[in-house]
Nanobody, 118 residues
Framework: QVQLVESGGGLVQAGGSLSLSCAASGRTFSRYAMGWFRQAPGKVREFVAAISWSGENTRYAASMKGRFTISRDNAKNTVYLQMNSLKPEDTAVYYC???????????WGQGTQVTVSS
């Protein structure tokens, strides 16, 4: 079983950057694919990025590709989301997730708020 805790959210001006972290507890972290999702008020949750257990394969939503970078450090049991060139429409609660592959996430963090001002 995996428990996930996100951190690093906050308020940033448009064009700025933020780095989110997701700390995982459990001895099997390196066996899980990891992902980031986000949900804005009144909108459906959307996929942001995912990374395989080895870190070899990554996936991004089209609107984030080129701006966001997902990475992981299995030795530290942590997954990261580096967000650059932030836009007001990036404002949302960002959730960390884990699962057996990048298409199936069954463990979720509590979320961290990211607010981008214009």
């Amino acid at each position: 079983q995996v428990q996930l805790v996100e951190s690093g959210g906050g308020l940033v001006q448009a064009g700025g950057s933020l780095s989110l972290s997701c700390a995982a507890s459990g001895r099997t972290f390196s066996r899980y694919a990891m992902g980031w999702f986000r949900q804005a008020p009144g909108k459906v949750r959307e996929f942001v990025a995912a990374i395989s257990w080895s870190g070899e394969n990554t996936r991004y939503a089209a609107s984030m590709k080129g701006r966001f970078t997902i990475s992981r450090d299995n030795a530290k049991n942590t997954v990261y989301l580096q967000m650059n060139s932030l836009k007001p429409e990036d404002t949302a609660v960002y959730y960390c997730a884990a699962g057996p592959n990048t298409g199936a996430f069954n463990f979720w963090g509590q979320g961290t708020q990211v607010t981008v001002s214009s």
